[in-house]
């Protein structure tokens, strides 16, 4: 498959920077050259981390975690935009472009930077997020528009299902238990995982994983209908 002339996508989303480059890369590659997405199924977990977010909007740092310097949650689910990223110096045609969960104002002036997370995943540790985190961060302190953030703590806010319980109305609910992963700062991860995916995003079209079932599923149907 050829490029097009231009990107249809210069804005790189934070999970690509987890998700799309822990498997094979070529869809991430159809997705910034031609805006064609692979669908996803995953039904519960936009209502489920929606809500975890409302759950902890105007909460006190160290009341969500008693790590956390001293803070307040101002703002959530916005938008955030960047520069042009660097790589070794030399400026790229490719930004990052995301919706954080969390922000929270801390006293100092600093912000402090939280991910939701339903899940039950042991992938949920701070080094498989770091990179997305880190691109959020990247975009608070160097944004496009607007005012620019030092971003002093970083973590995820994970809850995991824990059981179901019934109120004296009948009513259901899901119990869950929660914990609260620093992710460090590291700028020179960031940049190393940026270079691998815009040397994928600026190389030819990859190859398909050998893993994936979507493909086995496409090849087989096309196989068949041909
Ligand atoms: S194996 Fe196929 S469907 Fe799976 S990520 Fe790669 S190109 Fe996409």
Redesign the pocket.
């Given at each position: 498959m050829k490029r097009p002339a231009l990107p249809a996508r210069e804005f790189i989303a934070p999970s690509d920077l987890t998700f799309g480059l822990s498997?094979?890369?070529?869809?991430?590659w159809?997705k910034y050259w031609y805006k064609v997405i692979?669908p996803g199924q995953f039904p519960l977990v936009k209502p489920l981390s929606q809500a975890q977010e409302e759950h902890f909007r105007r909460r006190s740092m160290p009341e969500i975690d008693p790590s956390l310097r001293p803070g307040v949650v101002k703002q959530w689910g916005q938008w955030v935009k960047s520069t042009y990223i660097e790589v070794d110096g030399i400026k790229t045609r490719w930004r990052i472009n995301g919706i954080y969960d969390l922000l929270a104002h801390n006293d100092d002036g600093t912000v402090g930077l939280i991910d939701c997370k339903v899940s039950d995943s042991d992938r949920d540790n701070g080094a498989f997020y770091s990179p997305q985190l880190e691109a959020y961060a990247f975009a608070l302190e160097n944004p496009l528009t607007g005012k620019a953030f030092t971003v002093a703590s970083m973590g995820l806010l994970v809850w995991r299902l824990n059981g179901v319980a019934q109120n004296v109305d009948g009513q259901f609910g899901f119990g869950v238990t929660q914990h609260y992963l620093p992710v460090e700062r590291d700028r020179v991860q960031f940049e190393n995982v940026m270079r691998d995916l815009i040397s994928v995003l600026e190389g030819e079209f990859?190859e398909?994983?050998?893993?994936?079932?979507?493909?086995t599923y496409?090849t087989q149907r096309l196989a068949l209908e041909s």
């Open positions: 498997t094979c890369k070529r869809c991430l159809i692979m990859p398909s994983g050998l893993e994936c079932s979507t493909c496409l």
